[in-house]
């Protein structure tokens, strides 16, 4: 075992490793926060979508941190399912572009990369020029790694483990994808696993029909890396990855079944390519497996971007939603940007958007009185996602408004924006305040703080008569408004006269030594959270029988 020669290789993957870091780095600054402004700007079509997403992967250097932060505009309900899916589609394009200047390895012009990029890095005091600095370092390191494993990595070839690596039968396929996928998952960047790639069959180490299989298969380590991204992501970033998952098992699962035919177009497409059964130290080697990422990638675009409506509508089928009958997506549903123009139709979409929001908050708060009777922390991470699902509501729900105020309205529908503008907000501030609940009883169980049987017994008592007014306020009534305000006024008067008896009782059990400091805190900020949200629910109620009047 030439142990040698094995310090070399996997010094020269350090190398690697380090400048793909520094040139993954030095683009990420160079660009700075544009990168965020222009996937955030994301509103165009699929064919625009995968382009972005190209653009962010080539920018990042990296599918997986690509991909990532898609999933994080997703959870921040920036971009939609349909729009998340066309951009991590892309990102393959983006990872190719750095693949395809990894496999034009001129190692001649590693060390004046290195010594240009060192200069600028720790001699320039203007940032940019820093930064560019990062970049050039990171290229030089990245031919002088490949270079350096190369060289390593040949011994091995002329070794009895060279020789069972390439007499691998069966599954040498399945195998072949799942190990590309494993270093792109272990390296963390799927043009960095590519790269190792094209470095252990360049050497010889790897046969060239195995290597092309690992690089295919690099992006399904990509895919994972995402993937765990979402563990405590949103529904629908999960729905994503998920069809992300699939799509890409398809695409290789047609590159396994007709291989030969996917291995004649990579060398019809590749410049001055020989045969397929190319000598490992053939200089074309690299060029070949660049360009089969590089097919891999636009044809997986060619079939699957068509599709994606399809995929979309099939995603709620393949991964329900947490509750039965509601969806809590943190992106508007019914909302269509396009008939802002036509203010009647833009009224119904917000009045079903209205409607679908104040069925999440009146969920969320029965979890809140579901925590009193036993805490469950699944439950709170569920109540936490359905609160921030309501602030992207209130905010895109608000932004649209405010674009239909801009349009030629009739006098009722100039009435009804206001009116509407307020009930998101009142809705939006019963999930603030059901969160506020939710810490309260959060904070009360890892601190092991102790309520007396009295004064969980009187929450609970309040907690579901609030309860009864924020279902009277949520919930399609068939009582005239009249009646509806008369019991919502009775309700309140309730609901004043527990919580002075409460506030009363803490006072002497507080004299009387029954409850602690932090406990009483605790109970007064619960308190105080109710009563915020009985009078939202009363407002809203309010806000229903204002607007009918007029």
């Not at 709170?380 to 905010?395: G, H, T």
Request: glycine letters at 8%.
């Amino acid at each position: 075992m030439p142990y040698a020669s094995l310090w070399e290789a996997l010094g020269g993957l350090g190398i690697f490793i380090l400048g793909m870091k520094l040139m993954s780095e030095g683009l990420q600054k160079i660009a700075g926060n544009g990168i965020r402004r222009f996937i955030e700007s994301l509103t165009g079509t699929r064919i625009t979508s995968a382009f972005l997403g190209s653009c962010l992967s080539a920018s990042l250097q990296s599918s997986s941190a690509a991909s990532i932060l898609v999933i994080g505009f997703i959870n921040a309900g920036l971009i939609s399912l349909y729009q998340a899916l066309a951009v991590m589609l892309g990102t393959g394009i983006g990872t190719t572009l750095a693949v395809q200047f990894i496999a034009f390895r001129v190692t001649i012009i590693a060390q004046p990369l290195i010594f240009c990029g060192t200069i600028l890095k720790f001699f320039c005091h203007r940032r940019r020029w820093v930064y560019a600095g990062d970049l050039i370092l990171g290229a030089g390191l990245v031919f002088l790694g490949l270079q350096i494993m190369e060289s390593g990595f040949i011994p091995f070839a002329e070794e009895a483990i060279g020789a069972g690596i390439r007499e691998i039968r069966f599954p040498w396929q399945l195998l072949s994808v799942a190990l590309g996928a494993l270093l792109s998952l272990m390296l963390q960047s799927g043009s960095a696993a590519v790269g190792v790639v094209i470095a252990l069959t360049a050497s010889g180490l790897v046969k060239y029909d195995h290597g092309f299989l690992m690089v295919i298969g690099e992006v399904l380590g990509t895919t994972a890396i995402a993937g765990i991204a979402t563990i405590s992501g949103t529904i629908v970033a999960k729905r994503a990855i998920l069809l992300y998952f699939f799509i890409n098992i398809v695409a290789i699962s047609l590159v396994l079944i007709f291989p030969r035919s996917f291995q004649t177009l990579v060398h019809l497409i590749t410049p001055g390519s020989s045969a397929a059964t190319a000598s490992p130290q053939d200089a074309s080697i690299s060029r070949l497996l660049a360009m089969s990422h590089t097919l891999f990638s636009g044809l997986s675009i060619v079939l699957f971007l068509p599709l994606l409506g399809f995929f979309v509508r099939s995603a709620k089928a393949i991964l329900p939603g947490l509750d039965k009958g509601v969806e809590f997506e943190p992106a508007s549903t019914f909302l269509d940007q396009r008939v802002v123009n036509t203010p009647s139709l833009a009224l119904l979409q917000v009045r079903s958007e209205l409607r679908r929001m104040a069925e999440i908050a009146s969920t969320m708060y029965d979890d809140v009185v579901e925590q009193f009777f036993r805490f469950d922390a699944r439950r709170a991470i569920k109540i936490a996602k359905k609160e921030e699902s309501l602030d992207i509501l209130q905010r895109h729900i608000s932004e649209f408004l405010v674009k239909l105020s801009r349009q030629q309205l009739s006098t009722e529908a100039a009435v009804q924006i206001p009116v509407m503008l307020n009930l998101v907000n009142m809705l939006e501030h019963i999930g603030d305040q059901s969160e506020v609940v939710v810490n309260c009883l959060t904070k009360k169980k890892e601190n092991k703080v102790i309520f007396s049987s009295a004064a969980l017994s009187e929450l609970k008592n309040l907690a579901v008569r609030v309860g009864e007014l924020l279902h009277l306020a949520l919930e399609p009534q068939d009582n005239a408004p009249q009646s509806l305000m008369a019991d919502a006024r009775h309700l309140k008067d309730d609901i004043k006269a527990i919580q002075e008896t409460m506030h009363a009782n803490h006072i002497r059990r507080l004299s009387d030594g029954q409850c602690s400091v932090l406990a009483g805190v605790a109970y007064s900020d619960i308190i105080a959270a109710f009563d915020k949200i009985a009078d939202y629910a009363f407002t809203i109620i309010k806000l229903a029988q204002d607007s009918q009047d007029v």
